[in-house]
């Protein structure tokens, strides 16, 4: 590799590798990035991207992918693999019955109870996920959480800072 003269590079890295100043090292010189983003993050760019309107174009079997640029430097690629859709459908369906079951009739159990049951549910992030608790300290299916999930079923999230690549690369 020493005898190579490279003068641009990509660096592609997972979601662990996705800070801003993570980027800003990765962008030094010539250099462009394909970095995996958190879909869950709460980044208001991230947002914007998963809200914005427009079709997939479909560019394999089980895989549709969206751009959407969210500055002159970067863009997000939207990935959708509609069998993996499935599978988290599935998934989410199992942990909303188990955690329905778990939390049926808990009601009628003291605060303290109820806390301890919440402290169990708050170990299962999975579970946890869709909890939600009431002022008055009851434990309840967060029905919104839950068809949030559902926009998320099989999507994945490239952040993108090299203009010229194409997505279906």
Known sequence: MRD????????????????????????QGENAYIVGEKLRSGSPEVKAALSRRGGY????????????????T????????PEAAERDQHIREQLVAQLTTEIEDTGQLSEFKRGELRGKIADKPGLNRYLRTTPAGKLRLDTAKVKAEENLDGKYLLRCSAPTCPPKT
């Open 4 to 27: 190579w003269t490279i003068s641009k590079s990509v660096w592609v890295t997972d979601r662990g590798f996705s800070s801003e100043r993570n980027r800003r090292y990765l962008r």
């Open 74 to 81: 970067e863009r997000f690629v939207i990935c959708h693999n």
């Open 57 to 72: 174009s479909e560019i394999a079997q089980n895989m549709r992918v969206k751009e959407v640029r969210i500055s002159d």
